[in-house]
């Protein structure tokens, strides 16, 4: 009997700790599955709060400071950026003018200078004697073998006027493979004028342009006897103010816009240009006939800028003057952007009539210099919104800001990006303005331009860089 008792004792004590180990596990499943909730409601809120807070448009702020880049003041030079060539690393290379002599830095990935490049990430490339001060970098563009080509303009030259072409190592050195020195000078049809554009063909070849000559360079550095006359080929539109490769090895001339006979071109405060032509040229240097009229295409809006889309139509910007209905009434000059087909004639699917024209509040005086395309088809234009100077003697320049739109392939604004389509970053009550934009591989888009800063009444310009999240 006591056995049996012993049994059942044993039997439920066994019973009792199966039910508990089930109850244990099965509140132990349950507050799993609440903390696996809870995590998931969390992890989709700060989501939702990540959504809300990074929008297309705004600066990156792992960028810089806050998302810019400037050059400081207490450097007690001037410094100016006309240009924007991306590696395949992410550094960002500029070319511009330091100290008035023809400069390129580079940045690294998160917008500090690169001190592997040049002196502190900076560079200056000496010119021949007899060239004088005052030169720039008016285009950069990295070769496959990470080598980086720079085009300088003696534009702004108190000496001798011509076309230079340097070549850069990895480093910032100059490259003694190329033309023997690293520089090489050319007097296009023996005569001294000086270029404004640079574009690098896929097969390596180099172009530059300017002054009513376009010169082409093979990857050693000398003049490629294909092309034009002895690798000089005559333009028709002059001052050039663009360049663009199409994918049939033409090649698409801009010209019309502000003439950039100053440095950086000077944003349009006081006239505004409101035509301007587009030509484009055969691969061996003669003009393409069977573009628009005998080679040459108007636009209503001065091409500052031009792009070829992967379908090969062909966008052009430049500053346009706008009629305002609402208050305030009167004209105002707009971005104005043009679609052209590939033959030259005008896109009437393109916004209205082909033509896309965007003003930004409060700044009367709007004028595009730059454009970029994205991956998707998007449209990006960059240039200066800014306010008529207060007095037209004073030497000091109008207040001006960054201005960037994105326009959607239809050419109606991107309203998801910014405050509707556009963006504004001002310099305090600086005159800032965008020269060249490069959207890199994720996305995000990088804006270099110009920054007048007022140091114990001089004004000094520095190279500003911002880069704006394109997502």
């Known amino acids: 009997m006591r056995k049996k008792e012993e049994a059942r004792a044993k039997k ?30 969390s992890c989709s809120l700060l989501l939702c709060l990540d959504v809300a807070v990074a929008q297309a448009g705004q600066l990156d702020t792992t960028f810089g400071t806050g998302g810019i880049f400037i050059t400081h003041d207490a450097q007690a030079f001037d410094a100016a950026a006309e240009a924007i060539a991306l590696q395949t690393d992410g550094r960002i290379v500029v070319g511009g003018e330091i100290g008035s002599l023809a400069g ?15 002196t502190g990430g900076m560079v200056n490339v000496n010119v021949p004697s007899g060239l004088g001060g005052g030169v720039q970098v008016i285009g950069v563009a990295i070769q496959t073998d990470g080598k980086i080509v720079a085009g300088i303009s003696t534009v702004n030259s108190d000496g001798a006027k011509a076309f230079l072409l340097a070549r850069l190592e990895a480093n910032g050195a100059l490259d ?9 000078t050319t007097l296009p049809f023996g005569r001294q004028l000086s270029p404004t554009v640079l574009a690098l063909q896929p097969d390596g070849k180099i172009l530059l342009a300017g002054d009513g000559a376009m010169a082409r360079y093979d990857t050693s550095g000398q003049l490629d006897a294909t092309f034009g006359t002895s690798g000089i080929a005559v333009l028709s539109v002059r001052p050039v103010t663009a360049i663009a490769l199409q994918s049939n090895g033409q090649i698409l001339i801009a010209g019309g816009g502000p003439a950039r006979d ?62 305002l209905a609402a208050p305030p009434t009167g004209s105002s000059a707009g971005f104005g952007l043009v679609r052209y087909n590939a033959n030259g004639s005008i896109d009437t699917t393109f916004g209205t009539r082909g033509v896309a024209i965007t003003v930004f509040s409060g700044a009367p005086v709007t004028e595009p210099l730059a454009l970029a395309l994205q991956s998707n088809g998007d449209i990006l234009a960059g240039g200066v919104a800014g306010q008529m100077p207060a007095n037209a003697s004073s030497s000091a320049p109008a207040p001006g800001s ?55 009444g001089n004004f000094v310009n520095n190279i500003a860089v911002a880069r704006y999240l394109g997502q």
Do not use: C, E, M
Request: no cysteine; glycine share 12%; proline share 2%.
């Open 12 to 41: 439920a004590a066994a019973q009792s700790s199966t039910n508990h180990r089930t109850t244990w596990t099965t509140a132990h499943a349950w507050l799993g599955r609440v903390s696996r909730d809870v995590a998931i409601l």
């Open 104 to 118: 390129v830095l580079r940045l690294n990935i998160n917008g500090t200078l690169d001190s592997t490049f040049g």
């Open 176 to 184: 003694s493979s190329f033309g023997g020195t690293g520089l090489v």
């Open 262 to 323: 100053s440095f950086p071109p000077a944003p349009i405060f006081q006239t505004v240009s409101i035509a301007g032509l587009i030509s484009r040229y055969n691969s061996n240097g003669s003009i393409d006939t069977t573009f628009g009229a005998a080679g040459q295409a108007a636009s209503v809006a001065a091409a500052s800028a031009i792009a070829v889309q992967s379908n090969g139509k062909i966008v052009v910007a430049g500053s346009i003057i706008a009629k």
């Open 402 to 456: 960054f201005a960037l739109a994105r326009y959607l392939n239809t050419g109606q604004l991107d309203t998801t990006f910014g405050s509707g389509g556009r963006v504004t970053t001002a310099f305090g009550g600086n005159t800032a303005s965008i020269s060249a934009l490069a959207v890199q591989s994720n996305g995000n888009i990088v804006a270099v331009g110009n920054s007048d800063t007022n140091v114990q």
